[in-house]
């Protein structure tokens, strides 16, 4: 595997459900982010992790809670989430250390809430 | 603070004309610019970054981009677009922020459409 992986690629759920979202890098970088993107709006910032440490949550909702076990994997716990949650969910990976390092996206996980 | 501004929501050429993608940002010093591609429900590309290097910048699939700092605009170019070049567009401008590490501000991507 290189990059950035997410599974699952898509999964609907139920608005009782819970699930979680799971995203690895094979990049040894060091800081690890979840965005949502929604049908015509721009891109959200949700969750921020240094050295796996959360270093910014974007007012997100309390039914989304990430989990940085170690600076290779990020997870997002999904539970008793609304049909306007649905959105395709990037992860990111970047090394910290200069602006000039860049974000590696992953493929996403296109989540849909019945 | 940082922001980014791509001036058009949707842009559309013909197959084998010329591409043209605006984006202007704001910083108060010399910013780290970055140009992504996103085909449809797919992550996000990145297709070229301005480290300062040099002002004019080339990227992967023809396109390239400048940096002009007296309009604060990083437009990015392609000289002939191709079908497969239909896709959403985003301008990326970063910042480095001490104790919080890379912060990353993001255009409202601009779809271009590309007609046979």
């Known amino acids: 595997e290189t990059g950035v992986t997410q599974t699952p690629r898509h999964l609907v759920m139920g608005m009782t459900n819970k699930k979680s979202l799971k995203c690895e890098q094979h990049l040894g970088h060091n800081a690890m982010y979840w965005y949502k993107q929604s049908a015509k709006k721009p891109l959200e910032l949700m969750f921020v992790y240094n050295f796996k440490e959360q270093t910014e949550n974007n007012s997100v909702p309390s039914r989304f809670s990430p989990e940085c076990p170690n600076s290779s994997h990020l997870f997002l716990h999904l539970h008793t989430l609304q049909p306007e949650d649905s959105a395709l969910y990037l992860c990111a990976s970047s090394q910290v250390g200069s602006a000039y390092n860049e974000q590696f996206f992953g493929p996403g996980t296109r989540l849909t809430v019945l | 603070a940082q922001s980014v501004t791509q001036l058009d929501s949707h842009v559309s050429v013909s197959e084998g004309t010329p591409v043209l993608l605006r984006c202007n940002y704001s910083s108060s010093y010399s910013p780290s610019l970055f140009w992504y591609v996103q085909h449809p429900n797919k992550g996000l590309q990145l297709l070229l970054k301005?480290?300062?290097?040099?002002?004019l910048v080339k990227g992967i699939n023809g396109f390239e981009a400048e940096f002009k700092k007296s309009e604060t605009s990083f437009h990015l170019t392609k000289p002939s677009a191709h079908m497969s070049d239909a896709a959403e567009y985003f301008c990326v401008v970063s910042d480095l922020v001490a104790n919080t590490g890379n912060q990353f501000y993001f255009g409202t991507g601009t779809s271009l459409t590309v007609i046979p």
């Open positions: 301005y480290t300062s290097a040099a002002t």
